[in-house]
Structures are given as C-alpha cells and as structure tokens.
Nanobody, 124 residues
C-alpha cells in the first residue's frame, strides 16, 4: 500500500499559478505511475494528469492541456503539478493517486491509492 500526502493548495487569482506536491511512501516510488485528479463541488471526480514511472511520458485531461505540467522526482518520492493560467473553473479539491504498477490511463479505477486531497480555489 502507498501513503500519499498532498500539499501546495490555496487561494489564487485567475491567471495566477500554483504548484501542488505529493509525497509518497510505502512502496518503491519508481515502480508505479502517478496521477492527479480533481473534484469540484457537485461534480464527479475528473482526471487531470498522469505520469509514467520514469517520468518520460505523461497524459493530460483536455481541460488542462497546455496549462498544467506534471512531473516527478524519483529520488525524493514526489510528484508535482505545476498549474499556470488558472481559471475559476479549476477550483476543486485536487487528489494525488498512485497506480498499482506501470500501466496508467485516465480512469480512477487504475489508481489504487489516494491522498486526502488539497483545496485549490481560483477567484475571478
């Protein structure tokens, strides 16, 4: 089992930037893919981004392409989400998630371990 702790959420004005981080423990970090999801009030949880074990490959949701960048540091057991050009519709609780292995896609069911979430609020 993997333990995940997110940090870096907060309040930012539209057009601003935030950087989320997720610290992982419990399994060899480089053995599994990682992802970020988000859930806005009254909406279903949606895929944001995912990254391969090595960090070479990544995948993004359509709503964040070109604005968000996912990265990982296997030496520090962390995955990051750099969020630029933020919009009010990016307001949500952001969750870090760990896949069971190397495979990853946009489905929540692919990710077996989840963090507690961190709130991101973008004001207009």
């Amino acid at each position: 089992q993997v333990q995940l702790v997110e940090s870096g959420g907060g309040l930012v004005q539209a057009g601003g930037s935030l950087r989320l981080s997720c610290a992982a423990s419990g399994r060899t970090f480089s053995s599994y893919a990682m992802g970020w999801f988000r859930q806005a009030p009254g909406k279903e949880r949606e895929f944001v981004a995912a990254i391969s074990r090595s960090g070479v490959s990544s995948l993004y949701g359509d709503s964040v392409k070109g604005r968000f960048t996912i990265s990982r540091d296997n030496a520090k057991n962390t995955v990051n989400l750099q969020m630029n050009s933020l919009k009010p519709e990016d307001t949500a609780v952001y969750y870090c998630a760990a896949a069971s292995g190397s495979y990853y896609d946009t489905r929540q069911s692919t990710f077996g371990s989840w963090g507690q979430g961190t709130q991101v609020t973008v004001s207009s």
